[in-house]
């Protein structure tokens, strides 16, 4: 089975860090793009950080740029949101996502739970 598990969400104070961690399994992880998405009280969902199959290359929202590092680990199948100076507008639930490109150039989706993250002012 696939599976995404995301590192338990927390609470932060602004101005804080946080290093959000995926388990990935059940899926050909190194042939993978990774992203994470994420989804505020009454907003869309939106994308936050993607990085390429074989991590040479990220891409981020305009919105976390310079705050936010991704980075993905073949070797143990996880990927990593590093989130420092965070703001109250960082609120929203974090999901971590993947696309499978092994058999398909469209590439097979497969999305986490999700994991909360809460950012106090």
């Known amino acids: 089975d696939v599976q995404l598990v995301e590192s338990a969400g927390v609470l932060v104070q602004a101005g804080g860090s946080l290093r959000l961690s995926c388990a990935a399994s059940?899926?050909?992880?190194?042939?993978?793009?990774i992203g994470w998405f994420r989804q505020a009280p009454g907003k869309e969902r939106e994308g936050v950080s993607c990085i390429s199959d074989s991590g040479d290359s990220t891409s981020y929202a305009d919105s976390v740029k310079g705050r936010f590092t991704i980075s993905k680990d073949n070797a143990k199948n996880t990927v990593s949101l590093q989130m420092n100076s965070l703001e109250p507008e960082d609120t929203a639930v974090y999901y971590c996502n993947a696309v499978d490109y092994s058999r398909s150039y469209s590439g097979t989706w497969y999305w986490g739970q999700g994991t909360q993250v809460t950012v106090s002012s």
């Open positions: 059940g899926f050909t992880f190194v042939d993978s793009a």
